[in-house]
């Protein structure tokens, strides 16, 4: 039986891995595309409750858990107390909440170390796949939609942004950043020379494809973690990372153009909110006013900035494109708080392993909660369900894992 067990987490932990690449293929079957990913949710959930019922008593005493639920407590109560349509707030309460069911199936299965190393390195191929799918179409110079780039400053140097399969280059970047840490992880791991040489190659791929996807927000969430991590294990090696990435930056034309169109005044103009563009720094300065105006339980949520609020029309802009302002604005202070407590807590006990147990593997899966936690400033990257399921995968692990 326990044969049988584990190799329905092992399938489970693959599907969530390789998530990206799984959705590329079912979302073309007719009806079950649109539901596969709630049905894997589902299946994981009560599969875990049945083989892992006994630790239910540990799961309601964990602090990440009870954070899911003080969020949750919060969100109900921004929509208790503000009128607006059920439908909006149950739209985003599942986009956020729903995923979060992976972290307690993981935890009430507690995978054993060999399943833990499957599910990384398995994270690591699909991320490697990714990349390579990322360099492959910026070779081959796919077309790509115009406003993915800033006409006015970049239309003539960055003529591809690589998507793979995912449909967007910064959705792209954030499946990246989650593997990124995890390759590089396992080029310390490893003691074979071969594998490390392998390791080491798809970390490049990986960066390759994340440098391609020109996404700033996944470079600074990807490249800033991964310096964080470096230093605590290394200041010396944290700050060659600095001067590496310096000299790539003046190396690279395109990559210094990307970086430096965020002084330019015409963007910070537009950004702004100049010539009616709705930039986003306007919407985050609308974001945040929208907070202050309702600072106890926001607008409710699903009404503002989020796919829900533009979906049932309380939203006028494109996305927020900050799930921390998003959420602010839609929850108020108490939701805000309550949600960085709900996301954050697997990190800060991955930083806590790290320094009492001083093994890398904490450091590494810390760094790639991090790059997450980063990105999610300046991207609604919690609207993609691939990222979070993985988010909270790995966040679940910071429980279970003991190497």
Same mark, same amino acid.
């Given at each position: ?46 599969? *875990? ?21 003080? @969020? *949750? ?12 349509? @059920? ?24 995978? $054993? &170390?060999?399943?833990?190393?499957? #599910?990384? &390195? ?41 998507? !793979? ?20 992880? /396992? ?27 020109? +996404? ?34 003046? *190396? ?10 965020? @002084?330019?005044?015409? /963007?910070?103009?537009? +950004?702004?909110?100049?010539?009616? !563009? ?6 985050? &300065? ?30 006028? #802009? $494109?996305?927020?494109?900050?799930? /921390?302002?998003?959420? =602010? ?15 954050? /807590? ?6 806590? &392993?790290? =320094? ?25 990257? @919690? ?21």
């Amino acid at each position: 039986m326990e044969k049988v067990n584990s190799a329905l987490r092992r399938i489970f932990l693959f599907l969530i891995a390789f998530y990206p690449w799984v959705n590329y293929v079912l979302k073309k079957v007719p009806k079950l595309g649109s539901v596969w990913d709630d049905l894997l949710i589902l299946t994981f959930f009560l599969f *875990a409750l049945f083989v892992g019922y006994k630790r239910i008593k540990d799961l309601i005493a964990l602090p990440g858990f009870l954070f899911a639920l003080l @969020f *949750a407590t919060v969100s109900v109560l921004s929509f208790v107390f503000n009128n607006y349509l @059920f439908l909006a707030f149950q739209h985003q309460f599942r986009l956020l909440l729903e995923p979060f069911f992976v972290f307690v199936a993981v935890f009430l299965i507690s995978p $054993t &170390k060999d399943e833990i190393h499957f #599910y990384l &390195k398995t994270l690591v191929f699909s991320s490697l796949l990714l990349g390579l799918h990322g360099v492959y179409q910026y070779i081959k110079k796919v077309p790509t939609p115009a406003q993915w780039v800033d006409k006015d400053l970049e239309s003539t140097s960055i003529y591809t942004r690589a998507f !793979s399969v995912v449909g967007s280059p910064n959705v792209l970047a954030g499946y990246l950043e989650l593997g990124l840490p995890v390759a590089i992880y /396992y080029v310390f791991y490893d003691k074979d020379i071969f594998k490390k040489i392998v390791y080491a190659l798809s970390s490049l791929a990986i960066v390759s494809g994340l440098l391609l996807t020109f +996404s700033r927000g996944g470079w600074l969430g990807a490249f800033g973690a991964l310096f964080l991590a470096f230093t605590a294990y290394s200041p010396v090696i944290g700050f060659a990372l600095i001067a590496f990435g310096a000299l790539t930056i003046f *190396a690279v034309p395109v990559l210094r153009l990307r970086i430096l169109s965020l @002084f330019d005044p015409s /963007y910070i103009e537009k +950004s702004l909110g100049g010539g009616g !563009s709705a930039g986003r720094l306007f919407r985050w &300065k609308y974001g945040i006013v929208n907070g202050f105006e309702h600072p106890l339980f926001g607008s409710g949520l699903g009404t503002f900035g989020s796919s829900a609020g533009q979906k049932y029309g309380y939203f006028a #802009y $494109t996305s927020m494109d900050s799930v /921390y302002i998003n959420v =602010f604005a839609e929850t108020g202070f108490l939701g805000i708080i309550s949600f960085i407590l709900f996301v954050s /807590y697997g990190f800060a006990n991955y930083v806590y &392993k790290f =320094f009492t147990k001083k093994k890398l593997i904490f450091l590494f899966l810390g760094a790639s909660m991090l790059s997450i936690l980063i990105h999610i400033f300046v991207e609604n990257l @919690f609207d993609v369900w691939g990222i979070t399921l993985n988010f909270w995968v790995i966040s679940a692990l910071s429980e279970v894992l003991d190497e």
